[in-house]
């Protein structure tokens, strides 16, 4: 395989890895709202990701990073055709970062009530724009032959990307309620059950037409196999919530999310960027990548770097795995 396809290939594995970890991110910051009753619940929900939601964004570093490194060509024309929505999403990381970092500074009841609307609104918010962002990818935008972008930001409020942004912003909400069942005690465990229940069947519904017309558009046989198995993973999560087997239902609810990461790139490969205008025009592996010796440096460069971080984020989740509940939490000054 020649590198170009295996960057290709691996900026894939980090987008699924970041959908993944910042997925349940942005679910736990959604219910934040949807799900605890008060502010010990909400920091309850919080503190479930306190010690590993920053971790979870340097996936996010990395794909871009390595997105620049490896094809120029596609960073250039994404991030400025996509420039408003991209600093959307990341005002909204910049806030919510501080927004952990500061809710729990002063005591003060409007203090504390902004930060935590800050927390849910800059967890909706980007849930729903990268749904945007990749529906646009995968369905095509206006490039010209220069490889620009030529379009406005209204062309990327399409109905095609606005189900994608609703189906994202649904799966990564489900996703978060497993998750918090997954590492809740007592009532609001039982709570986070019955909700994913229910965002599990408004998922299911959101995702087969997304699924669908992608697959109608741009799949193929592999791409239908990956549809089959988002499915079949999310129909899993429902019944094995129901079951009250949080852990099994956070796997196939992890399995969904990357089934769906891998269809959207196997519709798109090998262009990584199409164009609507002109299919001549479209960015691909080959005219969009950097030349084969950067490659090869890079694939030495993660080779090394890459088990390291995955060695000491595990490390970090497996130190706190226990669950949390409202009886470790100290009350108030």
Not at 17 to 39: C, S
Not at 240 to 250: C, L, N, Q, Y
Request: aromatic share 14%.
């Amino acid at each position: 395989m020649e590198l170009h396809n295996v960057w290709f290939v691996l900026i894939a594995v980090l987008w699924t890895g970041y959908f993944f970890l910042e997925g349940f991110d942005f679910g736990i910051g959604v219910l934040t709202k949807l799900l605890a009753r008060d502010r010990k619940e909400r920091r309850v929900l919080i503190n479930t990701i306190g010690p590993v939601w920053d971790g979870n964004e340097v996936w996010l570093l990395t794909a871009g990073g390595a997105t620049f490194a490896a094809f120029p060509e596609w960073y250039a024309t994404l991030f400025s055709g996509f420039y408003l929505p991209l600093l959307l999403i990341l005002v909204c990381l910049i806030v919510r970062g501080v927004a952990f970092e500061y809710r729990a500074k002063r005591s003060g009841e409007k203090w504390q009530t902004n930060w935590e609307h800050a927390i849910f609104w800059t967890s909706l918010l980007p849930a729903l724009l990268w749904g945007v962002a990749f529906g646009n990818i995968v369905r095509g935008v206006k490039i010209d032959a220069d490889m620009e972008y030529v379009g406005n930001f209204w062309d990327l409020l399409n109905p095609y990307a606005i189900l994608g942004g609703l189906v994202t912003l649904a799966l990564f909400t489900f996703h978060g309620a497993v998750f918090a069942g997954l590492k809740t005690a007592g009532d609001i465990r039982e709570r986070a059950g019955r909700l994913a229940l229910k965002l599990g069947i408004v998922t299911a519904v959101l995702a087969l037409g997304f699924l669908t017309w992608t697959q109608l558009a741009n799949g193929d046989g592999w791409s239908l196999l990956a549809m089959i198995i988002a499915v079949v993973a999310l129909v899993a999560a429902v019944a094995t919530i129901a079951a009250g087997r949080e852990g099994w239902s956070f796997a196939f609810s992890g399995v969904t999310v990357a089934a769906v990461v891998a269809m959207l790139f196997l519709t798109l490969f090998p262009n990584v960027m199409p164009s609507s205008l002109n299919d001549a025009w479209s960015l691909t592996v080959t005219n969009a990548s950097s030349t084969p010796y950067t490659l090869k440096i890079m694939t030495w460069c993660a080779g090394i770097a890459t088990p390291l971080v995955l060695l000491y984020q595990g490390w970090t989740y497996w130190v706190f795995r226990k669950r949390i509940g409202t009886q470790h939490i100290a009350e108030a000054h």
